[in-house]
Nanobody, 117 residues
Framework: QVQLVESGGGLVQAGGSLRLSCAAS????????MGWYRQAPGKQRELVAT????????NYADFVKGRFTISRDNAKNTVYLQMNSLKPEDTAVYYC??????????WGQGTQVTVSS
């Protein structure tokens, strides 16, 4: 199993920046993809960005392209989400996720991001 610990959420004004971190431990050798999802009140959880652990191939939701950047540090088993030009509609709980080719799926506890107008 994989354990995930997120950090970096908080309150920021519109136009500001935040950096989320997610440290993985446990059976990390099997992880293929790391990513971030978010869930706003009353809405379904949605993909924000993913990155492959081996080659760093990235995938972004259209609503964050050009504003958010996902990266990883394999030596630290950590994935990051740099969020710039934040908007009030980015307010949500952000969850770290890892997946392996066999369908194993692990989630972090979530970190709150609040963007004030």
């Amino acid at each position: 199993q994989v354990q995930l610990v997120e950090s970096g959420g908080g309150l920021v004004q519109a136009g500001g920046s935040l950096r989320l971190s997610c440290a993985a431990s446990g059976a990390i050798f099997s992880i293929r993809t790391m990513g971030w999802y978010r869930q706003a009140p009353g809405k379904q959880r949605e993909l924000v960005a993913t990155i492959t652990r081996a080659f760093g191939v990235t995938n972004y939701a259209d609503f964050v392209k050009g504003r958010f950047t996902i990266s990883r540090d394999n030596a630290k088993n950590t994935v990051y989400l740099q969020m710039n030009s934040l908007k009030p509609e980015d307010t949500a709980v952000y969850y770290c996720n890892v997946r392996d080719p066999g369908g194993y799926d692990a989630w972090g506890q979530g970190t709150q991001v609040t963007v004030s107008s």
